[in-house]
């Protein structure tokens, strides 16, 4: 909630300068929208790592810890911490990559329901 509170507190006249100035809209993405969105996004973050630190507990005590059978994504990247430090760090990578995905697929869906694709960016 906090990216999609940062991204739609960016004032639309600054995107619409930007894109007056000459950028195009990749651009104004890049240097004008995401700039001012990012504290929002880092804070969400941070609120989310804390809320999956607090689930950690409650997985790893009820589920266990099985390779195969009850190891979820966030205990494989724990018990490879502890080993294989590059193997974890990929699996963290993998984790942000699959939520990043799920998130655009998201905001996909989100606006094919709110009535379609003529309003879409170029």
Known sequence: KSAVTGFRGVDP?????????????????WRVTFPLALPSMVSGLVMAWARALGEFGATIIFAGNLP?????????IYTAMENDFPLAMALAALMVFISFCLLGLIKLLERWKAGGWEDAPN
Do not use: D
């Not at 006249?13 to 993405?29: H, K, M, P, V, Y």
């Open 13 to 29: 006249e600054l995107e619409a300068t930007s894109l007056t100035l000459g950028n195009n809209r990749w651009q104004t993405f």
């Open 68 to 76: 195969g059978r009850t190891q979820t994504l966030p205990l494989a």
